[in-house]
T-cell receptor
């Protein structure tokens, strides 16, 4: 069965600093990977996705992620965070039957 | 494209009461999903529909839970005899079938508090 691990429960970063959120997955076949963001009390917004091809994918809001098959990782990065990036971030892997399995999430706090 | 719409956004109910949530998917999306999310956790899959057919149900979906999608458009999720452990956010999502179905779009969620 597929699973996702997000090792960091909480990350604090200064505004303007870079951000990297880790995601490791377990899946037997070629994974379809996603990053979603959730603001407090809100639903999930898709940031980016990886299906195939270029292993560095660009998303919305200046985020990017890199798929590394050898490390079973799909880490999310942003070069310079804004206060509005404070939220919870979820990595997910899609199974063959279109079902998503999510990690437990990483909460990002941005300090001025 | 108005996105996935859920109603109500918040519901407070007494233990033992029944509640129903409604989801309107993105138009022309034939797949519809329900997930549940508790505080500090990622969403967990509950069930999904392709058109009006319910194709998979998680073991999380006890017999007090029932979901329908009668005409292949909107869906309802009903919880009977609510318990405090049902307090969570219930997320609806939709997608197209085929390759485009790889992207699942979520609604804003319906918060349930059972007191």
């Amino acid at each position: 069965a597929q699973s996702v691990t997000q090792p960091d429960i909480h990350i604090t970063v200064s505004e303007g600093a870079s951000l990297e959120l880790r995601c490791n997955y377990s899946y037997g076949a070629t994974p379809y990977l996603f990053w979603y963001v959730q603001s407090p009390g809100q639903g999930l917004q898709l940031l980016l996705k990886y299906f195939s091809g270029d292993t560095l994918v660009q998303g919305i809001k200046g985020f990017e992620a890199e798929f590394k098959r050898s490390q079973s990782s799909f880490n999310l990065r942003k070069p310079s965070v804004h206060w509005s990036d404070a939220a919870e971030y979820f990595c997910a892997v899609r199974s063959n039957d279109y079902k998503l399995s999510f990690g437990a999430g990483t909460t990002v706090t941005v300090r001025a | 494209d108005t996105g996935v719409s859920q109603d109500p956004r918040h519901k407070i109910t007494k233990r033992g009461q029944n509640v129903t949530f409604r989801c309107d998917p993105i138009s022309e999306h034939n797949r519809l999903y329900w997930y549940r999310q508790t505080l500090g956790q990622g969403p967990e899959f509950l069930t999904y529909f392709q058109n009006e057919a319910q194709l998979e149900k998680s073991r999380l979906l006890s017999d007090r839970f029932s979901a329908e999608r009668p005409k292949g458009s909107f869906s309802t999720l009903e919880i009977q005899r609510t318990e405090q452990g049902d307090s969570a956010m219930y997320l609806c999502a939709s997608s197209l079938g085929g390759l485009e179905g790889n992207t699942i779009y979520f609604g804003e969620g319906s918060w349930l508090t059972v007191v």
